[in-house]
């Protein structure tokens, strides 16, 4: 799959993103990699902006208490995020001088950092070369290079086919990378892709092959509402709602109508110190 197509069509469409921005920052681009794991742009815009007024810094929201990342993480789901997002930050401030580290290894090791945000970190705020996959270049890959309809569940193999196609400069390896995360977003969605616009369209194995639907085998999300996720949610909204951030135990989500369920979400909530119990009372993590 030649590179030159995608770095001309993303210098021509690519979308104003905060964290494109050359300025944005190193922790600024790691805020925004720990908020957009399975939450929508438009939703982590407001968020991320709001985010970076507060704590500018590392530094910042390490010196702030746990309770006030995941009252600031609102609604965008998943908050254990935020309690990563916040260890990661101490450890960014006691061990790397409040910088976010350069290095993959070391971005391996700071908390709730995985191999994708790792890759992305290095790659777009530091310019360094590795592949970057994410969900969009997955199935970017998968149509234009394996003639698949849908990727299959992440595999190193994502990683070694990327990498095939990066060009050997830096610059223009960062601008691939985002290329393709850029296409698989806009124009190479999973329901309706865009083909007639598609910069790889003559050289896409899927649409040589005639667009044969050849399943989707990846694993699904278990449904929301009714979910004990639900149930964690409305908890922790409570919490945060509530003028002190500290509620009776016996009244958390008193009405919810699945006992059994309400007290699996408490407990599961206390088990990831996303909240805490003292004397009959409930809060978030000091």
Partial sequence: MPALPLIEWYGENAREL??????FGAWGVLVSEFMLQQTPVTRVIPRLEEWLRRWPTATALADSSPADAVRQWANLGYPRRALWLHQ????????????????????LALSGVGDYTARAVAVFAYGQRHPVVDT??????????????QPGNA???D???????????????????????ELGAVVCTARAPRCEVCPL???????????P?????????????????????????????????VVALEGVIADWPDAAQRHRAIDSLIADGLAEVFDGMLQLPR
């Avoid at 990661?88 to 290894?105: L, M, W």
């Avoid at 919490?239 to 951030?245: G, I, S």
Wanted: charged share 35%.
């Fill in 18 to 23: 905060p964290w494109r921005d050359p300025d």
């Fill in 88 to 107: 990661a930050a101490v450890e960014i401030r006691d061990q790397h001088g409040g910088e976010v580290p350069t290095e993959v290894s070391a971005l």
């Fill in 136 to 149: 969009n270049t997955r199935r970017v890959l998968a149509r234009a290079v394996g003639g698949r309809s």
């Fill in 155 to 157: 595999s190193r193999r």
């Fill in 159 to 181: 990683l070694d086919d990327m990498a095939s196609i990066l060009p050997a400069d830096d610059e223009s390896a960062a601008i691939v990378n985002a290329a393709a995360m």
């Fill in 201 to 211: 369209a003559d050289i896409c194995a899927w649409r040589a092959a005639g667009y």
């Fill in 213 to 245: 639907d050849t399943g989707d085998d990846r694993r699904k999300q278990a449904r929301y509402e009714g979910s004990d996720r639900q149930a964690r949610g409305a908890v922790l909204k409570e919490l945060r709602d509530a003028a002190t951030h």
